[in-house]
């Protein structure tokens, strides 16, 4: 589980009562995106014929532009997180990582939840090599949108715990 029991309303759109503003949320959908892009051979190793996780990263971009509505979208990410299920391993978090990234339109908490998976499917590729993980930790943070780079970087030390610690040293 990566959401927070209690919301943070800089990650609440202001639609829904929050203080995250529409162009943000499209880069945090956008970042999370790429995050699960970067790691998304794992996958495609193992399942060269499942198109489902880069279907969901497309989905996410594409909702970014405006191009699709959020409900298609965060459908693309349920059947990447479908694709998850019976692979394992890299491969497996990798394909949650696509299916996190789509969801991110939905809720934009599942950002974390890309950079998350992602950052497992490294670390998993190296049998679980922690160095791998920091390496895609600080991959990840490079590529950070400069408006929402500080409030990324709260929001893993705050839900860093209901994250596996991956954003931790």
């Known amino acids: 589980m990566i959401l927070p029991e209690v919301r ?20 945090l959908a956008l970042w999370a995106a790429e995050c699960a892009e970067h790691v998304l051979d ?9 198109p489902r996780p880069r279907e969901a990263i497309a989905a996410a971009r594409a909702w970014a532009r405006g191009e699709v509505p959020m409900m298609r979208a965060r459908a693309a990410g349920g059947h990447a997180m479908g694709a998850a299920r019976p692979s394992s391993g890299a491969a497996r978090f990798a394909a949650y990582s696509a299916g996190q990234a ?6 934009a908490e599942h950002d974390l939840g890309a950079a998350a998976y992602a950052i497992k499917a490294a670390r998993g590729a190296r049998g679980d090599d922690l160095d791998a993980g920091r390496a895609e930790r600080d991959w990840q943070r490079a590529r950070l949108p400069e408006p929402v780079r500080q409030l990324v970087l709260e929001d893993q030390g705050r839900r860093n715990h209901i994250c596996w610690s991956v954003f931790s040293d």
């Open 8 to 27: 943070d309303p800089r990650m609440v759109t202001t639609r829904r009562g929050g203080t995250l503003s529409d162009d943000h949320h499209r880069l």
């Open 42 to 50: 794992l996958f495609e190793r193992e399942q060269p014929h499942d």
């Open 102 to 107: 789509a969801c991110v339109g939905h809720v």
